[in-house]
């Protein structure tokens, strides 16, 4: 696979490491009365859709970037490359 | 019909005419008492033993396609029971005895072969872990033996212990461990399972379950609505997909395996190898060709095909240890769908819905379990409470702090 990187065009997939699902941006609140169910729920259960997948892609042999890769589960096509940072901005994480 | 080698004689003397079909093709009925999907391995194992160990009838194996097509078809063969962990050991451990008397059970040629598997030691630290491991199934009631390079060269005189550049320093061997031809597995246990009236509906999906007031009345499917009093879901690697239609949400995420065969070749390799520097293990096929395999690509698919920084991964692994491999020709390469769970370890439980039951998240090691799980899932479906050896595939230790974790590395579906 070849992800298309905002800054560094076209890479490898091989140079990244995989880093799951893309909701991992939306890390709960530790305060919140109900964050133990809401931690269980961020840590353990998945959508793991047969489609497309918004998902994290470190760039760990490269810039160090994170990425938000939109890809198909189904065929391996990626349609979306984007920043995390922002994509976590945008949805008011990291002040 | 009784399989038997009079059998074969009497049949090839008279042209082959008297052979019977090994299953029957009948309708779906309305209602049966167990519904199960997925008739691959685990859930052609699970009608088997319903039917033969816990007296139950009227049970339908339902799959969307035909039986045997998915990862009971995509795997590498090897049966073994070399767990660490408690939660681990026992259930693997009655698996490969499960195994050992498969053919007898079902009367069916399954090629059970326990040519032993090795696991090769490359360091102080892997001496240390392979000798706790094998302590932990010594004292669980399997076999294990710690050789020395002198016995491995004895056995494989090929293997390179002396300037490799990972030195091989000996070998953890489970000589009961073996391999097991994996498509007769599930024709022996649909053969066993229809002669004792279990329907086999092949081509039948399922679009949803029928559930009311929290109790699942059966499920929707591709051939209409079949009743259950209750269902079992077996169908690793789309366990996601098809809890998804009860509004579940699992602990799993799926990934590609990706494995390998070669051209056929003379008799090399007698028994299962596996490299503990990188990620490879080997057997040789009866017709000759070499199985292997390694690492998981390590993203979410479900595309049954893999990439080749992984096949990348799997050969200098195999050059490693076999350079005399790089000499021979890829046969056939392919790639199935794994469960990959939380904590590497599988479920095999109720869910919060009344007669609906799961079994899954098998990661890689699904088709070994094959018979422990049938006979584990046959339990707890039968009996409403989880066969013993398998009291810890609950889907609460997760929340409960309770994993099964062999390889220690976290919620990270992908390094499992």
Redesign the interface.
Known sequence: ?IIDHPLLGPR???EFT?M??ARLIDRPNPNDTDAAATF??Y????????GW?R?LWFHEAGDRSWLVVT?N????EISKVELARDVARAQGRSK | MRYSGFRVIKEALSGHKGWTPAWRDPEPAEHYDIVIIGGGGHGLATAHYLAKEFGQSRIAVIEKGWIGGGNVGRNTTIVRSNYLLDGNEPFYEMSLKLWEGLEQDLNYNAMVSQRGILNLIHSDGQRDAFTRRGNAMILNGADADMLSTADIKKRYPFLNTDDARFPIKGGLAQHRGGTVRHDAVAWGYARSADSRGVDIIQNCEVTGFRIENGVCKGVETSRGFIGAGKVGCAVAG?S??LM?KANM??????HVLQAFVSEGLKPVLPGVITFGAGHFYCSQSDKGGLVFGGDID??????QRG?L?VVEDVCEGAMAIFPMLGRARLLRMWGGIMDMS?DGSPIIDKTHIDGLFFNGGWCYGGFKATPASGMSFAHLLAKGEPHPNATAYRFDR??KGLMIDEKGMG????LH
């Open positions: 696979m490898d997939s091989a995989y799951g699902d269980f729920d840590a353990y259960l998945r959508d793991n859709p047969a997948h998902e890809r589960t189904l065929t391996h | 789309n996601s997909r998804s949400r699992l602990p799993i995420e799926s390590g993203y979410n698919s479900y595309a990439n920084p939380m997760f929340e919620n990270q579906p992908n």
